[in-house]
């Protein structure tokens, strides 16, 4: 995927955060991205606050790499994004 793909991607993704729409699943796609491109830590504070937890409650790691075991463990895959906010 192309780098303009790539931030086209996280601009959609990052609207539907903000508005509510984006699914557990694709919320943590989000922030591995965030994290791996460094933008997590750019972007307004809460956007690094969220990576700093995810990453320190093991869901993501500091490369961005999704654990899909403690998300499920965690309980963050079965609603949408306030099971995630729970994290923070």
């Given amino acids: 995927m192309t780098e ?10 990052i609207i539907q955060f ?5 699914d557990a699943k694709k919320t943590l796609e989000l922030f591995s991205e965030l994290i791996k491109s460094g933008k997590a ?13 995810l990453i320190e409650s093991g869901v993501i ?3 961005g790499e999704i654990n899909w075991k403690k998300a499920r463990e965690l309980g963050l895959l ?9 994290v923070s």
């Fill in 4 to 13: 303009s793909k790539i931030r086209d991607k996280l601009v959609d993704y």
């Fill in 41 to 53: 830590w750019e972007l307004q504070g809460m956007y690094g606050r969220m990576a700093r937890d």
């Fill in 18 to 22: 903000e508005s509510g729409e984006l």
């Fill in 78 to 86: 079965a609603n949408k994004r306030e099971k995630l906010e729970e």
């Fill in 61 to 63: 790691s500091k490369e």
